[in-house]
């Protein structure tokens, strides 16, 4: 089949053929996961249409090393993410072109495992406190000889992710009234995006008139206003620059908690301060290049971009723990050989939590909570066999290809043995790839390695956590990849005596 542009003819590859092509948009709509995976039956590279505009599936791991790595200069973000600017504005998963590439040139210093390692303590810290909560609510049911509780386990970890970041960006300098207010507009805000559904054709949906719309204006405001003032905070704490230095560790804060060692600065000072070091560089006085605003977009960015796919992620793997108890026992088996008598995880222990690390793989393989990435093509671009035009959305799905049976046995099982060296040296590049690739890879992928180890043996080595019968897994691909129903798990502690 060809399609006819302006002076060029463009093969098409082979894909479903409908008379009523916005049938197939419902039905793409209702369920992506089951169309993308019926459109494998095409090739590794089929086409669709949603509505007026044409969409190219990718399946194969070269074919998408070719569009996130070769290529990656003749495509754009997907126009379905850029209109989610209109929550996070024009921050680092948004921003296009030489602004994008400056802005990660400037953050990405602060995002390296060195600086992310300062942070493990809190991970750990954070963790902590929602095992004490637990236990203080089983701890208030044990008069009526309850030794267990229902929880929904992807509400705990959201709670927990957003806890984690908020302290992570902010560090102590807000206090838990502002905090809380954070988490509740944040809470709005992701529900907003996810009506949005779809990651890639998000902006069809925005048309459609939403009841949330109102409340989402005025969490939006609400969390702008808390956020503009927290930025303005850190500023003012920041003036004692020593031009003398290159060094931004020994510029000094006005903020004595910056400057203790033993508790990290935030990220917010520390993009302040880089702001600030590029600023003396530039023009040599000190100056902050970044306005207000531009740092609010970046900041919610992280906000948003670091707790979501965290929780999502978690949850993911708790469940799939739950559902094998030869993985959990030889999880708790580890954890007993790493943390000999009982003492508390840290940074230098997560390499030695090889297993768990297979498990936390294994996961992000069966349930990627980035489960699609789209690009639009800006230029002509040359994909295996066929000729990709520009204004072309194109599709790829860590869930579709990270079960496809050519590169992993039983793709449907939960195997964590199966990531041995050997299969790690033979798996083609982008046959795993959760955190994406290219100059967008996810810039927070070392963090997300430290909650995912830290916060799984924080709480399983006092928790066994069971599905809750009859209740319904389904997973829910929105802007992330979601549990449907939530995950409602019976939480019973491990040692009754001990904790
Ligand atoms: C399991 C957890 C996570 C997963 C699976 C994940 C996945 C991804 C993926 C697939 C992308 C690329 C999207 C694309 O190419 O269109 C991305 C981008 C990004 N992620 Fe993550 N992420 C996770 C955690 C985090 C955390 C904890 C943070 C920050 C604290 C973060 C910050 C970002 C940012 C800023 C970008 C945009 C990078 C850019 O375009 O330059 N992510 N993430």
């Known amino acids: 089949m060809t399609a006819t542009a302006p002076g060029f003819q463009y093969k098409r590859p082979p894909g479903p053929k409908s008379k009523f092509p916005y049938l197939f948009s419902l039905q793409f709509l209702k369920a992506p996961l089951t169309v993308l995976n019926d459109l494998t039956k095409y090739g590794d590279i089929s086409y669709f249409r949603f509505g007026h505009q044409g969409i190219y599936f990718v399946n194969h791991p070269d074919y998408i090393q070719s569009v996130l790595i070769i290529n990656q200069s003749k495509f754009i973000k997907n126009p379905g993410l850029r209109l989610t600017k209109r929550i996070i504005g024009n921050g680092l998963l948004t921003s296009e072109g030489e602004y994008h590439k400056q802005q990660r040139e400037l953050i990405q210093p602060a995002f390296d495992y060195g600086h992310m390692s300062k942070y493990a303590n809190i991970v750990t810290s954070c963790g902590e406190d929602i095992c004490t909560k637990w236990k203080q609510i089983l701890i208030s049911k044990e008069e009526e000889e309850e030794k267990e509780m229902v929880l929904d386990v992807h509400q705990e970890m959201t709670k927990l992710t957003v806890s984690i970041i908020s302290n992570v960006l902010f560090g102590s300098n807000i206090d838990s009234n502002t905090t809380t207010d954070i988490i509740q507009d944040v809470t709005i805000l992701v529900g907003y995006f996810n009506h949005l559904r779809l990651p890639f054709i998000g902006n069809i949906i925005e048309k459609m008139p939403l009841a949330s719309s109102r409340k989402f204006h005025a969490a939006k405001r609400h969390l702008d206003s808390l956020i503009f003032t927290i930025i303005q905070e850190a500023r003012r704490r920041i003036i004692q620059v020593d031009k003398r230095s290159d060094d931004i560790d020994r510029w000094s804060l006005n903020d004595p908690a910056a400057n203790d060692k033993n508790s990290p600065r935030d990220l917010l000072s520390t993009?302040?301060?880089?702001?600030?070091?590029?600023?003396?560089?530039?023009?040599?006085?000190?100056?902050?290049?970044?306005?207000?605003?531009?740092?609010?977009?970046?900041?919610?960015?992280?906000?948003?971009?670091?707790?979501?796919?965290t929780a999502n992620a978690l949850t993911w793997t708790l469940y799939l723990i739950s559902e094998n108890r030869k993985v959990e026992d030889k999880i708790i088996e580890e954890i007993g050989q790493v943390l000999e008598s009982n003492r508390r995880p840290t940074m230098d222990d997560i390499s030695k939590f090889q297993y768990l690390r297979n498990v936390f793989t294994e996961s992000l393989r069966l349930y990627p909570p980035a489960w699609a990435i789209g690009r639009e093509a800006i230029d002509s671009v040359v994909i295996g066999d066929y000729t990709i035009p520009p204004g072309s959305v194109v599709i790829m799905s860590q869930y579709i290809t990270h079960r496809d049976p050519r590169f992993f046995a039983e793709p449907n099982e939960f195997i964590p043995e199966r990531w041995s060296a050997e299969l790690k040296s033979n798996l083609p590049r982008f046959a795993f790839f959760p955190f994406g690739g290219g100059s967008r890879v996810c810039m927070g992928e070392p963090l997300a390695w430290i909650e995912g180890i830290l916060l799984l043996v924080t709480l399983l080595r006092y928790w066994k956590l069971e599905l809750m019968p009859e209740h319904p897994v389904v997973p829910n691909p929105l802007i992330t990849l979601r549990p449907k129903y939530g995950m409602k798990m019976i939480l019973k502690r491990r040692y009754v005596d001990d904790y």
């Open 271 to 309: 993009l302040l301060l880089l702001d600030a070091k590029r600023g003396t560089i530039r023009s040599n006085k000190t100056t902050t290049f970044m306005t207000t605003q531009q740092l609010r977009d970046e900041i919610m960015t992280l906000f948003l971009a670091g707790h979501e796919t």
